[in-house]
């Protein structure tokens, strides 16, 4: 299928030669004397290195359907690479014969490795730790291509991908009948799409007007509140008009019997990830939530002496705020509803008061049936409650940044400690979109190893000059609507998502759990989002997810942890039809991903990166094409 674009992105296209000397023609008695310096160049050369030739690797042209290089100031242009691999091992008779990667089985089209429904099942069921990640052993990966649907089409460009999402993309009719009174999916069946109406469990009547509520009893407006987590958020309905108030917000919800509820809220072109609390702390450092939402989520927040809601608070800033709506919320009037007794939402309700009041958090307003939280600036007034038996117990010394599968604690994180109660604990911030490119306090405060005011500084000029020179080479991505998901597997501060914060796109900030610096909470604090990953296992996405991906030395950071082919089979399982990659790395290492992706049958290109050819480092832009599963036999005979 054909791309809808009308300026296809072409990484396989290569320049014509330039002229050395554009400012002469070309006459008779010039030919000559430079084919004579070229036969003598040739046979220097040929002495000078034994006769082996070596290969280059040339710029893509500039072409107005096609790829645009980046312009140079000098006179003469150079389009060799300095740094090229030795590619006798792969052109000689003995070379390993390469690898195929084959499509995988139909049934694998919506495959999330790690939260495997067959595979959970061999886990314990007690506080769902059966939905929580749950990798398959290395022998039991898929060395194969996760297919498409048949009939898969390029989605909705944002924003009207928030509304619209093709039925083909995502197959699935559960929800519409489940959930048709409260609005959250409908199917148009004589356009073979579903409809987004906004709707949810708690607010039918639309999520813009349910967040306007908010906005009447908590500040919305003015820049304060820009990050938000919504637990359960089933299709992400809120988070997504959000948006529209410059709020970013990072949804999740686990794979259950919902079926693909962040499945479609990526559709959509919403941030999302498969989710859930149950024994693990969730995958954010501290201290990263403004606003923290749930909306008859059916998560026992007063259950397990308080653990849910004191993970809650490990991540919710300080000042952050926390909003309940849904039982047990106004019980007094939907008790009959909900087919419960009145003295078990009673409990239910007063067991979350309990809690919140030993994490020290004020409860602010009770209005309809919405319920909001604020947690303290500081802990001043909470470690004197302590002392007289009113809170909970303070966590020991530990990382509170620390959460790839740590341990949930019954304790309570503190916070920075303050010189007086009138300061923000671990530094005030900037509202957006000042935040942005304020200094983050970590690195005010030098708690991030490594990084100083002036390398934050110099990483977001880099990233701006760099993000420059990605759009001139691939001339979609300035191109509002093309790309919308947007994943960075090695964000470090966030400036490849800075730079592109005027786009209507968003980026998932991955730190990988084996970086020297846990940089997530400065990507947090600049008012962006992101998660903690091992490259080395699966996303909790679903296939087809991101638009485009940016990988920056990853493959040099996982040489020795694992296999190359895994990680690129991961980002073509996560990659959508036709969607873009640009992976930085040493040339040699690239051309070991290129011989892969190649095999995967990706178009791809290695380029010189925004220095020019003078150093080892070299770009790789790729776009998986498209391809589908084949059309079931039934859908065969229907459409003959």
Known sequence: MASNYDRPY????????????????????????????CICSYFF????????????????????????????????????????????????SHAVKPKVYPPCDLKFSEYTPCEDAKRSLKFDRDRLIYRERHCPEKNELLKCRVPAPHGYKTVFSWPMSRDLAWYANVPHKELTVEKAVQNWIIYEGDRNR???????????????????????????????????????????????????????????APRDTHVSQVQFALERGVPALIGVIASKRL?????????????????????????????????????????LSGPPIRWQKYWKGWERTKEDLNAEQTSIEDVAKSLCWKKLVEKDDIAIWQKPTNHLTCQNNRKLGKSRNFCPANDPDKAWYTKLDNCLTPLPEVADNEQV????????????????????????????AEVFKQDSELWKKRVSYYKSVNNQLG???????????????????????DLPVWVMNVVPVDVKANTLGVIYERGLIG????????????????????????????????????????????????????????????VKIKSIIDAMEWD??????????????????????YWTAPAAPEDEEASS
């Open 10 to 37: 072409h990484p396989t296209s290569k320049p014509s030669k330039p002229s050395l000397f554009p400012w002469k023609k070309p006459n008779v008695y010039t030919l000559p004397v430079v084919l004579f310096l």
């Open 45 to 92: 050369g040929l002495w000078q290195h034994g006769g082996t030739s070596t290969p280059t690797f040339k710029l893509p042209c500039k072409s107005s359907n096609q790829i645009h290089p980046a312009t140079t100031t000098s006179t003469t242009l150079d389009f060799s690479s300095h740094h090229t691999p030795n590619l006798t091992a792969s052109t000689s």
């Open 194 to 252: 579903l409809r987004f109406p906004g709707g949810g469990t708690m607010f039918p009547n639309g999520a813009d007007a349910y967040i306007d509520d908010i906005g009447k009893l908590i500040n919305l407006k003015g820049g304060s509140i820009r990050t938000a987590i919504d637990t359960g958020c089933g299709v992400a309905s809120w988070g997504a008009y959000l948006l529209s108030r410059n709020i970013l917000t990072m949804s999740f």
């Open 283 to 323: 995958p954010y450092p501290s201290r990263a939530f403004d606003m923290a939402h749930c909306s008859r989520c059916l998560i026992p927040w007063g259950q397990h002496d308080g653990v849910y809601l004191t993970e809650v608070d490990r991540v919710l800033r300080p000042g952050g705020y926390w909003i």
């Open 425 to 452: 604990a671990g530094g005030k911030l900037a509202k957006w979109p000042q935040r942005l490119n304020a200094i983050p306090p970590r690195i005010n405060k030098g708690t991030v190893k490594g990084v100083t």
């Open 479 to 501: 191109n509002p609507g093309r790309y919308r998901n947007l994943l960075d597997m090695n964000a470090y501060l966030g400036g490849f998502a800075a730079a592109l914060v």
């Open 531 to 590: 998660t903690y990953q091992n490259w080395c296992e699966a996303m909790s996405t679903y296939p087809r997810t991101y638009d485009l991906i940016h990988a920056d030395s990853v493959f040099t950071l996982y040489e020795d942890r694992c296999e190359m082919d895994d990680i690129l089979l991961e980002m073509d399982r996560i990659l959508r039809p036709e969607g873009s990659v640009i992976i930085r790395e040493d040339v040699d290492m690239l």
């Open 604 to 625: 791809s290109q290695i380029v010189d990166h925004e220095d020019g050819p003078h150093g080892r480092e070299k770009l790789l832009f790729a776009v998986k094409k």
